[in-house]
């Protein structure tokens, strides 16, 4: 005896509409005269493009805007693992102001933009010694102090050395 018979399966597929969050806003920390560190979570394993430039008088407010002006802005791709995502942006330049914007892209596409974040990157180091513009000159004296004046192209502390130099005769 043969047996024919056919049954029916309902499957249903769901499709992920849903864009991923921020649980935690992208923050800028260690900040140096060359670089940055931005960092942030996600509410789901994402990758995230992270557009940065310096910060401009009228700064675009669309991180959408920010990712497509490679004139003014470098943009970097970031593969997180897991939720959490950290990008070093370097070189920079020392005592300029910057701004980012973090795109997070969900498996299924689906995307996120945060609000810029603005920072200023710190001074570059001082590596050239003071000059002096005016040499010493010997304005004050009493029983027990010399006081001399000059004059140097910058702020700096000076120091008078060898006995030769406090004699009074």
Known sequence: PSATGSQTYNIAVFTDATDPLFTERPQVQEITNTSAVIVWESNEETTAKVGFGPETV?????AVVILATAARTDTVEVNTAGTAGRVVLTPLAGSTAYSATVVIIDGAGN?????????ATLANPDTEAPVLEVLPVLVGRNQTTLTFKWTANEAAKAFL???DALRAD
């Not at 009228?58 to 669309?62: L, Y």
Request: charged content about 10%; hydrophobic content about 25%; aromatic content about 6%.
């Open 58 to 62: 009228n700064p675009p407010t669309s």
């Open 111 to 119: 995307q996120t933009v945060s609000d810029p974040v603005v920072w």
């Open 161 to 163: 050395e060898g006995q």
